[in-house]
């Protein structure tokens, strides 16, 4: 099973981007989506997660402004991301966890300027 994360890039503060994560393998059903941030010299954090039954959590810092959404058809997941902040800047990761095992994205950059 591998994810494949897109979306990442350099966008001006209040701006917004698009995240997509791409599962591809063998899984029948995956139970949980995420999306985790790394940013310069921390630890990766999570930012939001959405489990099969569609329910969702986010951290504090992402209510109101970020968006995790799944379509389990293609086993894809997907972050919006608006009202960007600098301290948004980092990794953000893609994660999903099922039955038999879990996997990590490889990761796209997200640059906000101030």
């Known amino acids: 099973v591998q994810l494949q994360a897109s979306g990442g890039g350099l966008v001006q503060a209040g701006g917004s981007l698009r995240l997509s994560c791409a599962a591809s393998?063998?899984?029948?059903?995956?139970?949980?989506m995420a999306w985790y941030r790394q940013a310069p010299g921390k630890q990766r954090e999570l930012v939001a997660t959405?489990?099969?039954?569609?329910?969702?959590r986010y951290a504090d810092s992402e209510k109101g402004r970020f968006t995790i959404s799944r379509d389990n058809t293609q086993n894809k997941v997907y972050l919006q991301m608006n009202s960007l902040k600098p301290e948004d800047t980092g990794v953000y990761y893609c994660?999903?966890?099922?039955?038999?095992?879990?996997?990590w994205g490889q990761g796209t950059l997200v640059t906000v300027s101030s």
């Open positions: 959405q489990n099969s039954d569609g329910s969702t």
């Open positions: 393998g063998r899984i029948a059903v995956i139970d949980i």
């Open positions: 994660y999903a966890n099922w039955r038999q095992g879990y996997q």
